[in-house]
């Protein structure tokens, strides 16, 4: 059965300092990634996804992820952190038989000045 | 275009009570989903729709009726509210799932309290 786990249900950086907010999946077939972005008292929005066309996809905001399938990995980067950052992240896969999509818990990330 | 919207921001109900939560969509998206989000579990699926006239259930569909008369709304009924239900939902849309197309846009949520 295909699942997302995300290590970490609370983050926190300092300010200027390097997000890696962590996301491993497991799936039978090649996957399609998701990172969402919810900002407090918000809807979820795209960050970024992975469709196979290449292995380091950038998104939104200076967000980065890179896919790596020997890790089962999809794990989220930005080189700097800025106060605006602070928002829960979420990691999803695309469920293979019906294309909805399967949810990880989420992790906040808390950026300290 | 105003995307996803989402009646009422906010609402407090008594355990038994019933209530819809409204969703409306202006991108004339096939697909459409209610979520529910709770702390530490991510989102769970309810019920989705991939045109008019077509709904099918989600991972916890159990308390919860939808309908899709049009391709805009799709409300969803809260048929005898218990306190297991409290909750923030979300409602989605998107064009048909397509796995390398794939993007959900999701409205500003209800915040939902049952006592």
């Known amino acids: 059965a295909q699942s997302v786990t995300q290590l970490g249900s609370h983050v926190s950086v300092s300010e200027g300092a390097l997000v890696l907010l962590r996301c491993n999946y497991s799936s039978s077939v090649p996957p399609y990634l998701f990172w969402y972005v919810q900002y407090p008292n918000q809807g979820l929005q795209l960050l970024l996804k992975y469709t196979s066309a290449a292995t380091l996809v950038k998104g939104i905001n200076g967000f980065e992820a890179e896919f790596k399938k020997s890790e089962t990995s999809f794990h989220l980067t930005k080189p700097s952190a800025h106060m605006s950052d602070a928002a829960e992240y979420f990691c999803?896969?695309?469920?293979?038989?019906?294309?909805?999509?399967?949810w990880g818990a989420g992790t906040k990330l808390i950026i300290k000045p | 275009n105003a995307g996803v919207t989402q009646t009422p921001k906010f609402q407090v109900l008594k355990t038994g009570q019933s209530m819809t939560l409204q969703c409306a969509q202006d991108m004339n998206h096939e697909y459409m989903s209610w979520y529910r989000q709770d702390p530490g579990m991510g989102l769970r699926l309810i019920h989705y729709?991939?045109?008019?006239?077509?709904?099918d259930q989600g991972e916890v569909p159990n308390g919860y009726n939808v309908s899709r008369s049009t391709t805009e709304d799709f409300p969803l009924r809260l048929l005898s509210a218990a306190p297991s239900q409290t909750s923030v939902y979300f409602c989605?849309?998107?064009?048909?799932?397509?796995?390398?197309?794939?993007?959900?846009?999701f409205g500003p949520g209800t915040r939902l309290t049952v006592t």
């Open positions: 989605a849309s998107s064009h048909i799932p397509i796995r390398d197309s794939y993007e959900q846009y």
């Open positions: 729709s991939v045109g008019a006239g077509i709904t």
């Open positions: 999803a896969v695309v469920r293979d038989s019906n294309y909805q999509l399967i």
